[in-house]
């Protein structure tokens, strides 16, 4: 099993789609915003990857320098209205109580006393209109969290009402000069695609499995080609899922080569 063999700087990321997006907005103006449709997929990979992104954020890997850790991790959580302190926070059980009831980011599916009509119904919008969903299901895993240390409470409201006050002023500029439409094409479309890839990408980590330790309520993929291995790489490793959740304060850049390690615990709770 090869390590992977792509490797690049995080804020590539960040720079692409803050490129990508004023140029989609751009071209909306122009006779050719046609245009604007191709460039949908490249906006909502790029998003994606700033989704996994800020996973590693939480997880203060994603940069070895704190403050740009917590910067890129935060600007993300802006935009997606997830800080990085909830998702943080919440992640944490995710991670100590794997598909237990207990794990919020599984919620509701982990819960087997809710139907399972509820449970298909929350799968089919969670796995459509992720970009709406997610937010909401972080929100609701900090309102029934009696479990919060004082700070990061704190730190939570700050980062919402950053939040708030992005959005609300994105909005109210969007609706005085009656730019919808723009808004629609170059940002509200792509972001959903992107919503949509990282709850499916979600579901391929965690759905239809059995177990409830890390290496068997998590699926591992590891690419056979430099095709698989670069996509790996844009995505931060997070495919190696299960070495992730095996061993959590792991730097990504290490999951592919640990991977064989984690397999060996497989059997260990």
């Known amino acids: 099993m090869s390590a992977s063999r792509f490797h690049y700087h995080p804020v590539f990321n960040y720079l692409c789609w803050f490129i990508l997006t004023p140029a989609a907005v751009v071209l909306w103006q122009t006779p050719m915003w046609w245009l604007v449709f191709l460039l949908w997929p490249i906006q909502a990979q790029f998003r994606h990857v700033l989704l996994t992104g800020f996973h590693e954020a939480s997880h203060y890997t994603l940069s070895r320098f704190y403050w740009l850790n917590e910067l890129l991790g935060i600007l993300v959580g802006v935009v997606v209205f997830i800080p990085l302190s909830v998702y943080r926070h919440l992640h944490m059980y995710h991670h100590s109580q794997l598909a237990d009831e207990g794990d919020y980011e599984l919620w509701p599916y982990t819960v087997t006393r809710y139907s399972r009509t509820f449970r298909v119904i929350c799968a089919i919008v969670e796995l459509t209109l992720g970009f709406f969903f997610t937010p909401l299901l972080f929100l609701r895993g900090v309102l029934v969290d009696k479990k919060i240390p004082r700070l990061t409470g704190l730190r939570m409201i700050l980062e919402y009402g950053i939040c708030t006050v992005f959005w ?5 500029v969007v609706t005085w000069f009656g730019w919808w439409d723009t808004f629609l094409a170059a940002y509200l479309i792509p972001s959903m695609i992107s919503g949509n890839l990282q709850s499916l990408r979600k579901f391929v980590e965690h759905m239809g499995l059995m177990g409830k330790t890390p290496m068997t309520a998590t699926r591992t993929v590891v690419p056979n080609r430099s095709s698989g291995h670069l996509l790996s790489a844009t995505l931060h490793l997070v495919n190696y899922h299960g070495t ?16 064989q390690r984690a397999q060996k615990f497989a059997a260990k709770p």
Not at 168 to 172: I, M, N, V
Request: charged letters at 15%.
């Open 168 to 172: 609300s002023t994105l909005l109210g």
């Open 244 to 259: 992730h959740h095996r061993f959590g304060k792991l730097a990504y850049v290490e999951l592919a080569a640990q991977t």
